[in-house]
C-alpha cells in the first residue's frame, strides 16, 4: 500500500531564506506524487505534481520538487521565502490500486516564515 | 466557474442530531470526494464516488454515508453526530479519478463541531 511520511510537523525559516520541506513515499508501483498547499481558512490547492515525465519539477509561486527514486524522496523547495508562503503543506500520493486516482495525504507540514 | 463549493461553512450539532453537508462542482467533473482534515492528522478520505451513480467507502467510513444526487453534486449525511465527528470537511473533484495524475479540486471546507 501507499503512503507518505512528511518530516516535521512545523518548520519555520526567516524571509528570503531557502525553504526545504520534506517527503518520503512509500509504493510498491511507480508513484504519482502531489504536493497541495493550504492557506488558512481554505481548501487545498496544487502547487505541483509529479507524473514520470520529468524528475524535477516546477510548480506555482516558485515552488520546485525532485522526485528520487533511490531515495523514495519528493522534497519540496523555494529559493528564497517570502510571508505569503506562511501555510500548510500537504505531501501526497496517488493509489495506484483498485481505486486508481484516490489520494493519500501525509500529516502536513506548517510553515511560518520570520521577517 | 464557481469551482466547488461547499455549504454550510460552519455548523455546530449537538450529540445524536443529523445533518447534510452539500457539495457541488460546475467543472464537468466525473469523481467526486469526501474527507475530514484533524490536527495533525492530514487529510483522510471518507467516502468518493468514481462517477455519477457509484460511490464507495475511503479510510474512514463508519458514520457517514453519501449520496451523489446527480453529475455536479455528492452529499455527505451525519444521521448520528458525535464529538468524535467534530473535524473540517472538505469536498473535492477531479475530472476522471481512475487517472491516478488528474489534479483534485477542493472546496473551501465545512467546519463542523459536535457538542
Known amino acids: 500500500a501507499q503512503s507518505v511520511t512528511q518530516l516535521g510537523s512545523h518548520v519555520s525559516v526567516s524571509e528570503g531564506a531557502l525553504v526545504l520541506l520534506r517527503c518520503n513515499y512509500s509504493?510498491?508501483?511507480?508513484?504519482?506524487l502531489f504536493w497541495y498547499v493550504q492557506y488558512p481558512n481554505q481548501g487545498l490547492q496544487l502547487l505541483l505534481k509529479?507524473?514520470?515525465?520529468?524528475?524535477l519539477v516546477k510548480g506555482i509561486n516558485g515552488f520546485e520538487a525532485e522526485f528520487k527514486k533511490s531515495e523514495t524522496s519528493f522534497h519540496l523547495t523555494k529559493p528564497s521565502a517570502h510571508m505569503s508562503d506562511a501555510a500548510e503543506y500537504f505531501c501526497a500520493v496517488s493509489d495506484g490500486g483498485g481505486s486508481q486516482g484516490n489520494l493519500i495525504f501525509g500529516k502536513g507540514t506548517k510553515l511560518s516564515v520570520k521577517p | 466557474n464557481a469551482g466547488v463549493t461547499q455549504t454550510p461553512k460552519f455548523q455546530v450539532l449537538k450529540t445524536g442530531q443529523s445533518m447534510t453537508l452539500q457539495c457541488a462542482q460546475d467543472?464537468?467533473?466525473?469523481?467526486m470526494y469526501w474527507y475530514r482534515q484533524d490536527p495533525g492528522m492530514g487529510l483522510r478520505l471518507i467516502y468518493y464516488s468514481a462517477s455519477e451513480g457509484t460511490t464507495d467507502k475511503g479510510e474512514v467510513p463508519n458514520g457517514y454515508n453519501v449520496s451523489r444526487l446527480n453529475k455536479r453534486e455528492f452529499s455527505l449525511r451525519l444521521e448520528s453526530a458525535a464529538p468524535s465527528q467534530t473535524s473540517v470537511y472538505f469536498c473535492?473533484?477531479?475530472?476522471?479519478?481512475?487517472?491516478?495524475?488528474?489534479?483534485?479540486?477542493f472546496g473551501p471546507g465545512t467546519r463542523l463541531t459536535v457538542l
Open positions: 467543472m464537468n467533473h466525473n469523481s
Open positions: 509504493s510498491s508501483v511507480p508513484p504519482y
Open positions: 509529479y507524473t514520470s515525465a520529468a524528475t
Open positions: 473535492a473533484s477531479t475530472q476522471q479519478g481512475a487517472i491516478p495524475t488528474d489534479t483534485q479540486y
